[in-house]
């Protein structure tokens, strides 16, 4: 062991010494375990005697949970990691055997859902009472256990003893509430202390697997529920203290290998009692215990084999979570689809491509409709005094080429509201007729109630990727508002009483390629508007920037390959931009805006407050407060993000209100100053 330098070892050194020198004997090498002196003698100088990382490699505990097979660590050992440093290593039995058996024992069991447990102890409560059990994370002020019960209890140090504490606003959905409003009720941070809003803690996301980096571009929003936060990347879920950032239980499964349509992203889960609902890339649904982890159940939502997969935060609605999936640009046809939340059983699923003969099929003229697209890959909203569920549909297939299907190709591009009972359709909205540019209306659809024309109306408020901002009664879906708020939009010149476009010529794709604006990327996208009651002004991120769309003849469509009818670029004609945008909720009307300088290729929302603050994800990787009925920026915390990707959110923990945020691979929880 001599010029091994691991923790482990160190410690076996200096314990040695110290028994000697008071008289008692160390034991023999060969008593240590054969498995634990393998490591040691094999791995140990890199990453430590107990695989917690050492002064040439890092902590491997975790990252082990991808290899939960025997066959799988001996291909790691024996290939090793080159493109990471680590060599080949040949070894072989017996000494492979217990070299094995070792790896297990201090792997973490993500496959079910949790990270092994430190150690048992037990504590004082300031309330008087003792806790017993494992502990799950710890620092100098902050303990995290579970007792046998199966309880997580969040504990900070006070005069010897320990309190416990935990969130008193949670955000317990993908936006916050299910109507789909990021828009913060707490009063503690102002227009008067935002300046001294910092950083309390952050989170870097960590590797998948031993072979893999940590991500770069989390999509996630977190989650927070009864003081445990909830962090996602592709398969998988990280629990945080969320006043501390510390890790609690973290599931994971390595992603769906050969998988054609590999998301890439997840963008979080959705929680209701103690069950968390994560979507996974092969377009499944699981349930997870919330305060273990474990897997509870799990259903399919649509068969990967058919170009499907999934990465959107679910919708919980009564007692039913809601889904829906992705792979329009591979022909696969949008589906929302309702499981019991108790048992994983599905109760209904709508399709978003009617079948020959159904109501809407009658708008698709000449193509066969098992590959129409309308994916329904991102998350709806829901009114629980309606009980409606309001969910968003995508582009049709072959979108940049609408020869094979002539009409308005129901029900792609559309709100659908859905009863959530039956899962039958009460209405539709289609912003964008026969859509030949990639206009997913999968943008938030804000539910508020709120004054027109005079009289309280139960509103729909959706910024729309063709353009147009529009205002329909959610009971019904009648149309109130549209109008442009795009300053360059070329393929129509607005939308008629009727409530369809007024297309103008000349815009569709050739095979010369046709400049189109907005871009394919869309006038705005899935990235978090919000709208403010107190100011009634409606915020969201949007992109000044226009298309070249080339269409192309289409093959047959073919599971495993895209089918697109055509390429589209971004032109810079005009010079693109990103603008946050301020309008009056009833009339569309510009109030104030914020151009950003960079080349308009951030992916950021924002979020409002009820103190008259808006926070935003700014182009060149700022995060900024403004004020929210005049847009003058108050504040901002340079993050040096490379692309946002995802949207903030907002709680109350142990009495502090916290604004937080995904950065890169980094969750930053920012808070004021005690």
């Known amino acids: 062991m001599i010029g091994m330098r691991s923790g482990r070892l160190v410690v076996l050194g200096l314990a040695a010494g110290g028994l000697a020198a008071q008289g008692q004997s160390q034991p023999p090498l060969a008593a240590i375990d054969p498995g634990r002196k393998a490591f ?56 492979l055997t217990g070299l094995l058996r070792f790896l297990h024992s201090i792997t973490p069991r993500m496959g079910r859902g949790f990270v092994r447990p430190l150690h048992r102890v037990s504590v004082e409560t300031v309330a008087g009472t003792k806790l017993d059990g494992v502990v799950l994370g710890e620092g100098f002020d902050d303990l995290q256990m579970r007792t046998d019960d199966g309880k997580v209890h969040l504990l900070r140090k006070a005069d010897g003893k320990y309190r416990e504490v935990s969130s008193e606003v949670d955000w317990p959905e993908y936006n916050g509430d299910p109507r789909g409003n990021r828009y913060a ?124 997969f999934a990465s959107s935060a679910p919708l919980t609605a009564g007692d039913l979570v809601v889904t829906g999936v992705g792979g329009g640009e591979h022909g696969a046809n949008g589906q929302v689809v309702a499981f019991n939340q108790a048992t994983g059983k599905e109760v209904w699923r709508f399709h978003a491509i009617p079948n020959r003969g159904e109501k809407g099929s009658e708008t698709w003229k000449g193509k066969e409709l098992e590959h129409g697209g309308g994916p329904t890959w991102f998350t709806g909203s829901y009114d629980p005094e309606l009980d409606t569920v309001y969910w968003p549909t995508g582009n049709p297939s072959e979108e940049y080429n609408g020869d094979a299907r002539p009409g308005d190709n129901l029900y792609t591009d559309c709100i659908l509201a859905i ?63 549209a109008k442009q708020f795009l300053r360059n939009v070329t393929w129509a010149s607005g939308i008629g009483p009727d409530g369809r476009p007024i297309k103008l010529p000349n815009q569709e794709p050739t095979e010369k390629g046709t400049r189109v604006c907005p871009s394919q990327d869309g006038a705005t996208n899935w990235y978090s508007p919000t709208f403010n009651p107190v100011t009634g002004m409606y915020y969201f991120q949007t992109n000044e920037r226009c298309s070249i769309y080339t269409k192309r003849d289409q093959p047959t469509w073919v599971a495993g390959k895209t089918y697109l ?3 589209q670029s971004s032109t810079d004609n005009p010079k693109p931009q990103r603008i946050l945008r301020a309008i009056d909720y009833q009339t569309g009307a510009d109030k104030w805006e914020i151009a950003q300088p960079g080349e308009d290729y951030s992916w950021g929302g924002a979020i409002s407050t009820a103190t008259g603050l808006v926070f935003f994800e700014e182009e060149t990787g700022s995060f900024v407060a403004t004020d929210a009925t005049t847009g003058k920026v108050l504040w901002s915390f340079q993050a040096n993000t490379q692309n946002w990707h995802a949207s903030p959110m907002a709680y109350q923990f142990d009495g502090k209100e916290y604004i937080a945020f995904v950065s890169g691979g980094t969750i930053v929880a920012m808070s004021l100053p005690d």
């Open 40 to 95: 040691e003698l094999r791995c140990g100088r890199c990453h430590g005697g107990d695989g917690k990382g050492g002064e040439m490699g890092p902590n491997i505990i975790e990252r082990l949970g991808a290899f939960r097979t025997d066959a799988a660590l001996t291909t790691l050992i024996h290939n090793g990691v080159p493109e990471s440093g680590m060599p080949p290593n040949p070894v072989v039995a017996p000494e």
């Open 185 to 308: 009720a707490m009063t503690q941070i102002t227009k008067e202390n935002v300046s001294r809003l910092a950083p309390r803690w952050q989170f870097s996301y960590p590797a998948a697997s031993f072979n893999s980096a940590p991500p770069t571009h989390l999509e996630a929003t977190p989650v927070v529920v009864e003081g445990l936060m909830f962090v996602t990347d592709v398969n998988q879920v990280i629990a945080l203290d969320a006043g501390s950032g510390r890790p609690v239980w973290r599931f994971y499964r390595p992603k769906t290998p050969k998988l054609f349509n590999d998301p890439g992203v997840n963008r979080g889960v959705a929680v209701a009692g103690n069950k968390v609902f994560l979507e996974t890339d092969n377009a499944h649904v699981v349930a997870l215990n919330r305060l273990t982890g474990e897997l509870v159940w799990e259903s399919p939502i649509a068969d990967p084999a058919q170009n499907y």
């Open 419 to 481: 009863d959530r009972k039956s899962g039958k359709l009460k209405w539709y909205y289609q912003f964008t007729p026969h859509d030949l540019w990639d206009w997913d209306a999968t943008e938030t659809s804000v539910l508020v109630d709120a004054p027109w024309q005079g009289q309280e109306r139960k509103l729909m408020l959706h910024a729309d990727r063709n353009g147009f901002y529009y205002v329909l009664d959610r009971t019904d879906g009648k149309l109130l508002l």
């Open 565 to 567: 009818g055509g390429t």
